[in-house]
């Protein structure tokens, strides 16, 4: 199964030894940052393209989830801890998740993955920005094989892109050692490259939504509905044991929501056909 960005992918520096809180979590405000404080640029150019490209997706629809997990406020390390949940569903796609998180006034995390309906031979879409004080740490985009290798007009558009310079190319990290070969991991070092990696995710956008336009839907009991149900089945799987992204929920929380939040929100499994 190939692997995709996660949450918090730079949340264990800011992790100190402090014991886990065992607070619940708190309906966070409306706002995408949570307090006051600029957001950093690329995290707003991001999610705006991104709430764009869901506006031009075919049957766009609500994707229910708990209230409370729409908006949610918690400490860690003595910081407040926001975090809001964008969610919708469309044809081809079963879940399309915006994620945008704040840390106090510094840490800020933007994290977006489309899964797809198995029924539809397409990738998984994945983005994370991590920005600070000091800039944009990561920045992350692929599209991601549910099954085997990209699907043959994805692969070969993905190929024909023209692909942006930048000056820090980062090296993957191991739990995330299978995307695909067109993954950029970047540290942007200026504007000019925050706007090239806007850019890039822009095209990875256009790609998959060619590939939605264009996509039929295969029958629930077909060969391959299911072995990329079982894709996802173990994508899920392989997720939920990313002990990062637990203990920094944990930590912010308790481990009982944050099992609830990794279950139910980030990384639910697909439904069966």
């Known amino acids: 199964m190939r692997g995709r960005i996660c949450i918090l992918l730079a949340a264990p ?12 979590p708190d309906a966070g405000p409306e706002s995408s ?3 006051s404080g600029a957001i950093h640029p690329l995290m707003d150019a991001l999610a705006a393209r991104i709430r764009t490209f869901w506006q031009g997706l075919p049957e766009l629809e609500a994707f229910a989830v708990s209230a409370d997990l729409e908006a949610i406020s ?12 964008e969610l919708r569903r469309c ?5 399309l998740h915006l994620e945008t998180a704040r840390l106090g006034a510094g ?13 539809f031979d397409l990738p998984v879409f994945g983005a994370d920005i991590v920005a600070g004080p000091a800039g944009v740490s990561a920045a992350i985009v692929d599209l991601s094989p549910v099954c085997g290798e990209l699907p043959a007009g994805i692969g070969e558009a ?51 939504a060619s590939a939605i336009a264009t996509s039929e839907a295969q029958a629930p ?15 899920c799987k392989q997720q939920k044991q990313n002990d990062k992204t637990r203990r920094v929920l ?7 929501w944050a099992d609830r939040y990794i279950e139910e929100l980030l990384f639910d499994d697909p439904p069966a056909p």
């Open 91 to 95: 044809r081809g796609l079963r879940k």
């Open 221 to 235: 009991t077909h060969p391959a509905t299911l072995a990329r149900w079982q894709g996802q089945l173990r994508y």
């Open 33 to 35: 940052c949570g307090e």
């Open 13 to 24: 520096p800011v992790v100190s030894s402090a014991p886990a809180s065992s607070q619940s």
């Open 158 to 208: 993905l190929a024909a892109r023209p692909r942006c310079s930048f000056v820090q190319e980062r090296e993957l990290p191991g739990w995330a050692s299978i995307f695909s070969p067109y993954v950029r991991f970047v540290r942007p070092t200026s504007a000019a490259e925050e706007a090239g990696f806007l850019d890039e995710v822009s095209g990875f956008l256009d790609v998959l």
């Open 250 to 256: 944990e930590k912010a929380f308790n481990p009982e």
């Open 107 to 119: 840490l800020q995390i933007l994290h977006c993955v489309l899964f797809p309906d198995p029924s």
């Open 74 to 85: 918690g400490s860690l390390d003595g910081e407040s801890l926001f975090i809001r949940n």
